[in-house]
């Protein structure tokens, strides 16, 4: 459980969307956002019960719950990195409608 003062963990308000994002993320371990922002997956949990909406919680719970991607020590090794490949990449925005 996190003290009620859990926001001060998280140094920017960017922070904390950056956290619920990378807990989004399959392929983004919990070991890696305690790494970054210091939060242990317990914590994390609780920072999602307390932001996000309540359905969107037990589906985002219902969804990591499990996942071998989310842990790096059931993760399997054939898995180098925390994104896919075409994750950042910037689709077209210039087509045309005809």
């Not at 920017?12 to 399959?26: G, H, L, N």
């Not at 309540?54 to 990591?64: D, E, L």
Request: include cysteine.
């Amino acid at each position: 459980m996190l003290p009620k003062n859990h926001l001060d963990i998280l140094k920017q308000p960017s922070d904390k969307s950056r956290v619920i994002e990378m807990a989004w993320e399959d392929r983004t371990p919990f070991e890696a956002i305690e790494t970054l922002y210091g939060l242990t997956e317990a914590q994390v949990i609780d920072l999602m019960r307390r932001v996000i909406k309540h359905k969107s919680f037990k589906n985002w719970r219902k969804r990591v719950s499990g996942r071998k991607t989310k842990h790096l020590k059931i993760r399997s090794d054939e898995i180098g990195r925390s994104h896919c490949p075409s994750q950042y990449k910037v689709k077209s925005a210039t087509k045309t409608r005809r």
